[in-house]
């Protein structure tokens, strides 16, 4: 017998009486890491109203490599990865269950985002350098691709913070210790997400779009059990920061009608 998670079926909505606030704004984002905040300034310079709901107290960022077919900086070495053999190893690798549409989405746009990221962190004093494979071989190969950001606290929160304050330059609003709980709908699209705590709640209108950056799945057991059981099993964990990546968004997702992809998960 299959067995039923509780994640799987969907809360009460919010009550109105624990609704103490609206905002509004054309875009509403889940998560303060560096997707959500990379996706607050792209909108905030398209000339967005920006909201970001983070849960903690600050925004948070971990790994410090950033990846991409090609850039600036491995070109400026003699490097240029070929897209189309790119793809074949990406999709051998992924055992053919990728989506091919997406793949090439970041094959092909990859190398403008990051320049995009790489000349505003310029403007902070941090600069990227390249972040050599560490593995190579003929069964498993690293491309050439990575890279790291170099700044005077040579730390990835020093990365995310200098997003986050010229996300605010430009109108971005950031709302701290707001966990984002509930989407809500109207005629079948998204029209709002809840958040908050239990008597103090707000919602947040969007008039264009949620996106949402709430990280993986490490920090929920059940959701583990049901996609990724193999990290049930393992001694060590580079899950951080504790009791925050619990699949927030995953849930929020699945509640408002969405469909989680087959698993197993990478």
């Not at 889940?30 to 905030?44: D, F, K």
């Not at 107290?57 to 991409?68: I, K, L, P």
């Not at 320049?115 to 003929?138: E, S, V």
């Amino acid at each position: 017998m299959q067995k039923i998670y509780s994640f799987l079926t969907p809360p009460d909505p919010v009550p109105e009486s624990e609704i103490t606030g609206t905002v509004e704004a054309d875009v509403v984002i889940a998560g303060a890491g560096i997707a959500g905040l990379c996706a607050a300034l792209r909108a905030a310079e398209l000339g967005a109203s920006v909201a970001v709901l983070e849960k903690t107290v600050c925004c948070n960022a971990r790994g410090g490599h950033f990846g991409a077919a090609n850039s600036k900086v491995w070109r400026e070495l003699g490097i240029v990865n070929d897209k189309k053999e790119l793809a074949r190893q990406w999709i051998a690798a992924c055992g053919n269950r990728a989506r091919e549409q997406i793949v090439w989405l970041y094959i092909n746009n990859s190398e403008e985002a990051v320049g995009w990221l790489f000349d505003h962190q310029a403007a902070h004093g941090i600069y990227p350098k390249p972040g050599r494979p560490r593995y190579a071989g003929p069964s498993y190969t690293e491309r050439y691709g990575a890279h790291l950001l170099v700044g005077p606290k040579k730390g990835m929160r020093e990365v995310a913070e200098n997003i986050r304050l010229d996300s605010q330059a430009l109108g971005a609003r950031y709302f701290f210790e707001t966990p984002a709980v509930y989407l809500e709908k109207e005629g079948g699209r998204v029209s709002a997400v809840i958040g908050g705590k239990p008597g103090g709640y707000t919602r947040f209108r969007v008039k264009t779009g949620v996106i949402l950056a709430t990280g993986d799945i490490a920090g929920d057991r059940e959701l583990l059990e049901a996609y990724s059981p193999m990290l049930l099993k393992v001694r060590h964990s580079q899950y951080t920061p504790p009791g925050a990546n619990t699949g927030d968004g995953h849930k929020m997702g699945l509640w408002a009608g969405g469909i989680m992809e087959d698993a197993p998960f990478p």
